[in-house]
């Protein structure tokens, strides 16, 4: 009975003595969490690849059951973003000229 109780203490004070698990680090380029911010509200997940950061998103092209990958590398979606700065993630891009005038005008 002693052995385990100086077994559950030995085992307390390792435990309290172990060092505490640092924080997953984040990215502290701000370029790079706001494109991270702006890939994520077009639907493009960002994917670490031997040769850089690529955002990815998957599709299913019309009249087709397959979907299909697109990744796009950085500037490419910086290019995207700056084309299409107003772009709403659920509608698309918003229009520029709406009808304010009726139904049917």
Same mark, same amino acid.
């Given at each position: 009975?002693?052995?385990?109780?100086?077994?559950?203490?030995?085992?307390?004070?390792?435990?309290?003595?172990?060092? !505490?698990?640092?924080?997953? #680090? !984040?990215?502290?380029?701000?370029?790079?969490?706001?494109?991270? #911010?702006?890939?994520?509200?077009? *639907?493009?997940?960002?994917?670490?690849?031997?040769?850089?950061?690529?955002?990815?998103?998957?599709?299913?092209? !019309?009249?087709?059951?397959?979907?299909? #990958?697109?990744?796009?590398?950085?500037?490419?979606?910086?290019?995207?973003?700056?084309?299409?700065?107003?772009?709403?993630?659920?509608? *698309?891009?918003?229009?520029?000229?709406?009808? #304010?005038? *009726?139904?049917?005008?």
């Amino acid at each position: 009975m002693v052995r385990i109780f100086s077994a559950v203490i030995a085992l307390i004070l390792l435990g309290a003595c172990a060092p !505490t698990p640092q924080a997953p #680090k !984040t990215d502290a380029d701000p370029r790079i969490a706001n494109l991270d #911010k702006e890939g994520r509200a077009r *639907g493009f997940q960002p994917v670490m690849r031997q040769d850089g950061r690529y955002y990815c998103h998957t599709f299913t092209p !019309t009249n087709s059951h397959i979907q299909q #990958k697109e990744c796009i590398t950085e500037h490419q979606l910086e290019d995207r973003v700056r084309e299409d700065p107003s772009h709403d993630p659920i509608w *698309g891009a918003r229009p520029s000229n709406v009808c #304010k005038q *009726g139904l049917n005008c």
